[in-house]
Each structure stands twice: as structure tokens, then as C-alpha cells.
């Protein structure tokens, strides 16, 4: 099967939003996605882009994608983090996701990169082996910390 990585364009966005949503749902999490087109457009687009994104294409279709943004660790400078690298149900299996991983890597070499990070879920075991075998290290003594839009609200109340 022949596929090709590339920079995404604003055009993509709706695709990427359905390949957002369709990890939503393989994370047990088909409520949580807020993020719209309109979103990734402005966000993605814009005079100072929040995130840059790499898709996997076949036949004019985006069954893949991968999306980093720029990070800055008090411990060695420069980092990228990998918010989320994702490939269609359909495709899992077909060398899309090791492409779209090389191709970050390859993007935070070029950018001078200290480090790459991202999350894993602890149950997601074929995404742990996969990512062991690249060479990453699973940091399983770490805890992931969010504060969700309630909880700022929230905390901002009472400051």
C-alpha cells in the first residue's frame, strides 16, 4: 500500500478532526473532543501557529496523522512534544504510524531539539510496544497532571 507523509494544510482539517475524534472514541473518551475546524484552522494557521501537523495520505484520504507542538524544559532547553499520533482503525498495521514517527523525529532533529516527549495510556499495550521498539522510555514512574477549563475557572475564583 502506498501512502505519503506530508505537512498538513488548512484544507485537512476536517479530516484531522474525524481522526480526532476516532481516538477519542478508542480512548474511551467519545464525549471529550471540543476542538473544532474552525479551531484547528486558527490555531494550526495562523501568524503565529500553535502546533504544526504531518498527515499520512492514501488515495486522497487522511488515515494518518501526527501533531507536535513547541516545548521548553528547564532541565535541557528546546523540547517537542507529540500531542497525538493517530492512524485510522483501518490502517493500523500498514507502516503509517512508524512514518509519521520518523518524521517528527526527523522535524525535532532539524529544529535542534533536546527532547521529544509524549503520553501514553498504561492499558494501550500494542502503542507501548511500538514506541519501546523506536527507543523511547516509558516513564511509568510520572503522573500526567491536567487542569480542565472547570477546574481554572475554578481555581481562578479563588485567587
Known sequence: MKFIIRNANKNDMSQVLNLIKELAVFEKEPDAVEVTVTDLERDGFGSHP???????????????????????????????????????DAMRGSGIGSALLDQVVKYGYHLGVKRITWEVLNWNEPAIIFYEKKGANIMRDWNVVHLNEKAIKNYISKL
Open 50 to 88: 500553535a502546533f504544526h501537523c504531518f498527515v499520512a495520505e492514501v488515495n486522497e484520504k487522511i488515515e494518518g496523522l501526527a501533531l507536535v507542538y513547541n516545548r521548553y524544559s528547564t532541565w535541557k532547553g528546546r523540547a517537542l512534544h507529540l500531542e497525538d499520533l493517530i492512524v485510522s
